[in-house]
C-alpha cells in the first residue's frame, strides 16, 4: 500500500480527508497525521511518503511553502492540496509549477476517491521506473541505500532468480546493447544486461518450488537461437533489505559457472561460494613453453593443432568460459609477442564475438583458430574472389527475407560458406555493431512497421512474424529498443 500524511489545521477536516481514504481507499495507508506544515515536514523526513495532503492555510508553514520543501527534498513525494475557493488564487502558483494536484473544499467523497485513482496511476509509475533503476544499478554493483530498496518494493520478501541464453554479456563497452526491463503491470520484476538475460525478482507469495517451476518454463519458452541456458535459483525466500547482497550472489554464481556448450540448473545456498572457491583454486595454469617454441619457429599448422587439443581438453574438463577466456587472451598475448601484425586489442570484440555466438566448444575452437589464422596462413586465391561489400549486402538481404525463420551466426555462416570470425568483422566494420545487435535492430523495425500497417494484429502475431516465439520475451526486447510497449504503440496506430 502506498504510504500517506495527512496535513490540517482543522480537526475536523483532518477527519473527514481520514475517512474517506480509510473507507474508500484500499491500496493508500495513513501512516502519519499532523496540524502544520512544520511538524509534518518533520514526519515526512523520517517517513517518505509516498503521497502528502495538506490544507493550504496553516500555522508556522502553510501548504505552499511545505509543498514547495518536499520537491527539493524528496522528488517521488506526490502533493495533493486541499484548496479553499479564496486561497485558490495563491494555490495555482504551485499548482502552474507542478509540485501538487489539487481539490477544491468542500471534499467530496466521489470526486476525491477518483483523484485518488489518477494519483495511484502515478505513483505506479514512479515506483516502476525506481525498481527499475534499482535493479540496474545493483546488477551493476553499484551501491543503493538499503531504505530506497525497502521503501520501492513492497512486500518483505522476495524469491530471486537469473536465467541467462548462450555465453556471458559482452564486457567492453558495446554501444547496442539491448537491456531489458519488465513491462509495466508486471508481478515480476525483470532485469537484463542483454537481450539474453534476465533476473528476476518476484514477491515471495507463492510457495518456493512454485517460483522455480515458473521460472523454468520461462527458460524453456524460447529456444531459437538458444544452444545452452543457465539458470541460478536463489532456494529460499529473502528479506528485501538484502537484495544487493542476493543480486550480487546470483551474477558471481552465473557468470563463473556458465560453460560453453552446457546447460546448467543451479541452485544458490551457503555452500555455494565455498565450493566455487575451492574449485577455482583447483585450476591449472597454462603450459605454453612448447607451444611458444612452435609459435617462435613459424610451425603453425602445429600451433593450431595444440591449440585445438588444449580446447578439447577444456571442453572434456567443462571449464568455466571465464577460466577458458583467460586462457585464450594469454594465447593471444604470445601470437602478440611473436606476430608483429597480431593485436591482442584489435582482436578483443572478434573473441568476445567469438564466445557469444559459440553453440558448442566446437564452434569455439573454429572461430577462435579462424581470428589466428588470419594472421598465420597465405590467404587462398579463393578468399580474394569476394566483395565485402557484396557479400554484406547479399547477407543483409537475406536476413530481410527470413526474419521469421531462428537466423544466427552459424545459419548465416553455413548459408554463406564464411566463418564466424568474417561475419563479425564484416559487421564490426561497416555496419559498426555485432551481428547479433544488427539482427534485432532488423527484426525490431520490421515489427515496428507490421504495428504501423496492420494495427489489427495481435502482438503474437507480430512476434512470430519478426522471428520471436516468446511474445513476453519480444515485448520486452521492443521496449528496450523503442522506450515503448508494443499495446501502447500499437494503441497509438488505432
Known amino acids: 500500500m502506498y504510504k500517506v500524511v495527512v496535513v490540517d489545521d482543522e480537526a475536523t477536516s483532518l477527519k473527514h480527508i481520514c475517512t474517506i481514504i480509510q473507507n474508500g481507499c484500499k491500496d493508500y495507508q495513513i501512516v502519519s497525521t499532523a496540524n502544520n506544515g512544520a511538524e509534518a515536514l518533520k514526519q515526512i523526513r523520517t517517513l517518505s511518503p509516498d503521497l502528502v495532503i495538506t490544507d493550504v492555510r496553516m500555522p508556522v508553514m502553510d501548504g505552499i511553502r511545505l509543498a514547495l520543501q518536499i520537491r527539493d527534498e524528496l522528488p517521488d513525494t506526490l502533493m495533493l492540496i486541499v484548496s479553499g475557493h479564496d486561497d485558490f488564487e495563491y494555490t495555482k502558483g504551485a499548482i502552474r509549477s507542478g509540485v501538487s494536484d489539487y481539490i477544491l473544499k468542500p471534499v467530496m467523497p466521489d470526486d476525491f ?4 485513482e489518477e494519483i495511484k496511476e502515478k505513483l505506479s509509475k514512479i515506483y516502476y521506473r525506481r525498481r527499475n533503476e534499482i535493479i540496474k544499478r545493483l546488477s551493476g554493483a553499484q551501491w543503493v541505500d538499503v531504505k530506497q530498496i525497502e521503501r520501492f518494493f513492497l512486500e518483505k520478501y522476495y524469491y530471486g532468480a537469473i536465467i541467462r541464453k548462450n555465453a556471458l554479456p559482452r564486457r567492453f563497452g558495446e554501444s547496442t546493447v539491448f537491456e531489458t526491463f519488465p513491462l509495466k503491470g508486471e508481478t515480476m520484476m525483470t532485469y537484463g544486461r542483454d537481450e539474453m538475460e534476465s533476473l528476476y525478482i518476484c514477491p515471495a507469495e507463492l510457495p518456493a518450488y512454485e517460483f522455480q517451476r515458473m521460472i523454468l518454463k520461462r527458460a524453456h519458452v524460447d529456444k531459437a537461437g538458444t544452444a545452452y541456458t543457465t539458470v541460478v535459483f536463489i532456494d529460499k525466500s529473502f528479506i528485501i533489505s ?6 550480487q550472489r546470483l551474477h558471481y554464481i552465473l557468470d563463473n559457472r556458465i ?3 552446457y ?3 543451479l541452485h544458490l545456498n551457503e555452500e555455494d561460494s565455498i565450493i566455487m572457491d575451492e574449485e577455482e583454486k583447483q585450476y591449472p595454469s597454462l603450459e605454453t613453453d612448447a607451444f611458444e617454441y612452435l609459435l617462435k619457429e613459424k610451425k603453425y ?3 593450431i593443432k595444440h591449440l585445438k587439443l588444449w580446447m578439447k581438453n577444456w571442453e572434456r574438463k567443462r571449464y568455466s568460459q571465464l577460466v577458458i577466456e583467460n586462457w ?4 593471444f598475448n604470445l601470437f602478440e609477442k611473436h606476430i608483429p601484425k597480431f593485436s591482442l586489442v584489435q582482436n578483443e570484440y572478434l573473441l568476445a564475438d567469438a564466445f557469444f555466438h ?5 564452434e569455439l575452437s573454429s572461430s577462435v583458430c579462424a581470428i589466428i589464422e588470419e594472421y598465420t596462413s597465405q590467404p587462398e586465391v579463393s578468399s580474394q574472389k569476394y566483395d565485402a561489400s557484396e557479400l554484406l549486402r547479399n547477407i543483409t538481404d537475406y536476413i530481410s527475407h527470413f526474419l521469421a525463420e531462428p537466423l544466427s551466426v552459424s545459419t548465416i555462416c553455413a548459408e554463406f560458406g564464411i566463418s564466424s570470425a568474417t561475419l563479425s568483422r564484416l559487421f564490426r566494420k561497416y555496419e559498426k555493431m555485432p551481428f547479433n545487435a544488427y539482427l534485432t535492430l532488423v527484426r525490431m523495425e520490421h515489427a515496428r512497421k507490421l504495428m504501423e500497417d496492420h494495427a489489427d494484429f495481435f502482438i503474437k502475431e507480430i512476434a512470430l512474424l519478426s522471428g520471436y516465439t516468446d511474445q513476453f520475451y519480444f515485448s520486452r526486447v521492443f521496449r528496450s529498443v523503442f522506450g515503448i510497449a508494443p499495446s501502447a504503440y500499437m494503441d497509438k496506430q488505432k
Open 242 to 247: 538484502i537484495l544487493d547482497k542476493k543480486i
Open 259 to 261: 560453460t560453453v556448450g
Open 113 to 116: 476517491i477518483h483523484l485518488l
Open 358 to 362: 559459440a553453440r558448442n566448444m566446437k
Open 301 to 303: 599448422p602445429e600451433v
Open 263 to 265: 546447460s546448467q540448473i
Open 328 to 331: 585464450i587472451r594469454q594465447i
